[in-house]
C-alpha cells in the first residue's frame, strides 16, 4: 500500500506565495512513479494542477502554469508544488496524487485559502 501525506496548506492574501508539500510513504512508494497535484473547490469537480513524471517532465494547468511549478524529491519520495501570485480563485482543497503501478492513489488534501 502506499500512504500520501500532504502539509503546507493555509491562507494567504492574493498575491501571496505557499509551497505544500506531499510525502509518499508504504511498500510501493518508489521514486519510479508519477506525481501530482489535483484541487477541489466547493461545488465544484476536482481538477488537474500540475503532474510530474518520474523522468522530471511536467504538465501544468493553463489557469497555473505561469504561476506555479511542480518539483520532485526522489530520494525523499516527496513532490512539491510552490504557489507563486496566488488568486482567490485558487481556494481549495489540494491533493497529492501518485501513480503507481497502474493504480491511483490520493492524500488527504490540504485546504489552500486566498483572501482579497
Known amino acids: 500500500q502506499v500512504q500520501l501525506v500532504e502539509s503546507g496548506g493555509g491562507l494567504v492574501q492574493a498575491g501571496g506565495s505557499l509551497r505544500v508539500s506531499c510525502v509518499a510513504s508504504?511498500?510501493?512508494?518508489?521514486?519510479?512513479?508519477?506525481l501530482g497535484w489535483f484541487r477541489q473547490a466547493p461545488g465544484k469537480q476536482r481538477e488537474l494542477v500540475a503532474l510530474?513524471?518520474?523522468?522530471?517532465?511536467?504538465r501544468y494547468a493553463d489557469s497555473v502554469k505561469t504561476r506555479f511549478t511542480i518539483s520532485r524529491d526522489n530520494s525523499k519520495k516527496t513532490v512539491f508544488l510552490q504557489m507563486n501570485s496566488l488568486k482567490p480563485e485558487d481556494t481549495a482543497i489540494y491533493y497529492c496524487?501518485?501513480?503507481?503501478?497502474?493504480?491511483?492513489?490520493w492524500g488527504q488534501g490540504t485546504q489552500v485559502t486566498v483572501s482579497s
Open positions: 496524487y501518485a501513480n503507481i503501478l497502474g493504480s491511483s492513489y
Open positions: 508504504g511498500s510501493n512508494a518508489a521514486s519510479n512513479n508519477g
Open positions: 510530474i513524471s518520474s523522468a522530471g517532465a511536467t
